[in-house]
């Protein structure tokens, strides 16, 4: 899980074709099972699609940033950002391509070609921000920065190893990005913004339902990073409420001061 690329609301990924632009070459265990290889295969192939989606969902928080006015600084890190999902994109499809025994790429991602909805004026663009950010950054970044860390520990495979490793340091910074976004939008709104956030917490997903595999390659799985759907489950039920505590403390903090508070202009559409 990366951050969600959305068109229309739709949250989108490209389909993936044959082609050696984006994968290099890996060596993986040549004694892991065909099962074993197959899911891996297609659980990488999802990360890279993910991860692929990112880059230019990155470059549309950019452009809304911007048209908000946003600090210099956010809108520098999601350039940033959109590079780390580049690199991680690319071992992600080679690691697939790898276990798969054929090279895997992105093929054209078309949604991008049909004109979007706009936001109606700045009130509504920065409302859409702050939840797609909460959900899709402060959510899913720190989900999938948990499931990389741990994976890369468990890992025994060293190409699994360094790229689980890369992805956990790079969502983890994108988490902190998220939540910087988050906590703009909050300061700048005013308390219809603040209250639809708060109203956010309680339709954000509370649990994911990964696949149960064979336990007879559980083990093998789990040497290449993979986390049981057990610990899934229970690492994404503490992410979400971890996020509802620091979203509450945010949130409260800044209604406290809300009396004689003066947020900065938007700029007009």
């Not at 909805?117 to 920065?145: I, K, M, S, W």
Request: charged share 30%; aromatic share 4%.
């Amino acid at each position: 899980m990366s951050h969600a690329l959305r068109i229309r609301g739709r949250v989108v990924v490209s389909p993936t074709r044959e082609e050696v632009g984006w994968a290099e070459r890996r060596v993986i265990d040549p004694a892991l099972s065909t099962a074993a290889r197959e899911l891996l295969a297609a659980a990488w192939l999802r990360i890279a699609r993910d991860e692929h989606a990112s880059v230019p969902a990155y470059a549309k928080i950019s452009t809304s940033l911007v048209a908000l006015g946003a600090p210099r600084e956010l809108i520098e890190a999601c350039h940033r950002a959109a590079l780390d999902e580049i690199d991680h994109a690319r071992r992600a499809f080679s690691l697939a391509s790898a276990y798969a025994g054929r090279t895997f790429g992105p093929g054209m991602l078309e949604a991008l070609l049909r004109p979007e909805r706009d936001a109606r004026d700045t009130a509504a663009l920065l409302r859409r921000l702050a939840l797609e950010t909460l959900e899709d950054g402060c959510l899913a970044e720190a989900f999938a920065a948990e499931l990389a860390e741990e994976g890369a520990a468990n890992a025994t495979d060293a190409e699994v190893k360094a790229t689980l490793a890369t992805i956990a340091r790079g969502e983890a910074e994108h988490c902190e990005l998220a939540w910087r976004i988050l906590y703009w939008c909050c300061s700048v709104g005013d308390g219809a913004l603040r209250r639809a956030v708060r109203a956010k917490l309680d339709e954000l997903p509370r649990m994911i339902m990964p696949l149960r595999v064979d336990p007879r390659i559980a083990d093998e799985l789990a040497r290449h990073g993979q986390l049981s759907a057990e610990r899934k489950r229970l690492l994404f039920a503490e992410v979400r409420q971890d996020l509802i505590v620091r979203v509450l403390r945010i949130l409260d903090g800044l209604d406290a001061r809300a009396v004689g508070f003066a947020a900065p202009a938007l700029v007009e559409a």
